[in-house]
Nanobody
């Protein structure tokens, strides 16, 4: 399994960024694939993901309504559109995956994920 994240950068509060994840060795039908982030001094946390069988993505409450996760079913690509970015969104963002589907209460827990990309820095600052 390989995951490659791209698209981070520096943006002002209220701005937008798009992150992309290209992967291999995973399938939408059997694997949970999503984005996590880790801010300085904080635990890694789930942002958004697709679980096997989900028609729609799941979001952490901190980003719901501002971030949109999409996928290209014909390609191994996951895209996170981030709008109305806030200073507190500053973090290293990781694309990650695990085999199988978990209950939603656990699906955004980074401890359950086995495969990780290299991370991309997102900095929101004026």
């Amino acid at each position: 399994v390989q995951l490659q994240a791209s698209g981070g950068g520096l943006v002002q509060p209220g701005g937008s960024l798009t992150l992309s994840c290209e992967f291999s060795g995973l399938t939408w039908a059997s694997d949970s694939i999503g984005w996590f982030r880790q801010a300085p001094g904080k635990e890694r946390e789930g942002v958004s993901l697709f679980r096997p069988g989900d028609g729609n993505p799941r979001y952490a409450s901190a980003v719901r309504g501002r971030f949109t996760l999409s996928r290209d079913r014909t390609k191994s690509t996951l895209t996170l559109q981030m709008n109305d970015l806030k200073v507190e969104d500053t973090a290293v963002y990781y694309c990650a995956a695990r085999r199988g589907r978990m209950a939603l209460s656990a699906a955004l827990d980074a401890a359950h994920y086995d495969y990780w990309g290299q991370g991309t820095q997102v900095t929101v600052s004026s």
